[in-house]
């Protein structure tokens, strides 16, 4: 079992609009983390719900993401995109598992998580924030 997930400095991208949106994804995913320690047994539905809302959420944030990239013209774009496009495959899996009715345990999702946040964030995102911070010294970077 993973430890809970704690937002702090190693996962910021230095760009508010992101870290804020990292900010409110480290949420959503501990009401999933909660629905793993709490001692009575968590129904059903509000797993559910909280993987739905995480998912939601995430497609939100991967499409401005890609946007502010765009906008600024990031070289890794589509190499970055490809990422995102493998996670929603992923997230997308866990939609039609709950879709389906089908036992997903909040364990699964939260593994993923930790996974995603940990080192998709603190690596490949970061790279976008220096980017752009670069930028900025230039006079072109993206503080929205
Ligand atoms: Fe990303």
Not at 3 to 26: C, M, N, P, S, T
Not at 81 to 107: C, N
Not at 109 to 118: K, S
Request: aromatic share 10%; net charge negative; charged share 35%.
């Amino acid at each position: 079992m993973e430890d809970r997930l704690i937002f702090d400095a190693r996962y910021l991208v230095g760009i508010g609009q992101i870290d804020r949106e990292h900010q409110k994804l480290f949420e959503l995913a501990d009401k999933i983390y909660d629905c793993l320690v709490v001692d009575v047994i968590v129904p059903m539905k509000e797993i559910r719900a909280a993987i739905t809302e995480l998912i939601e959420y995430t497609k939100i944030h991967f499409a401005n993401e890609e946007q502010l990239m765009r906008s600024s013209d990031y070289p890794d774009l589509e190499e970055h995109r490809g990422l995102h496009a493998y996670l929603i495959s992923r997230i997308e899996d866990f939609e039609k598992s709950v879709e389906r009715g089908e036992q997903v345990t909040p364990v699964d999702a939260y593994e993923f998580l930790c996974e995603w946040l940990g080192d998709h964030i603190r690596d490949k995102d970061k790279n976008f924030g220096e980017y752009s911070s670069h930028r900025e010294e230039q006079g072109s970077g993206v503080r929205p």
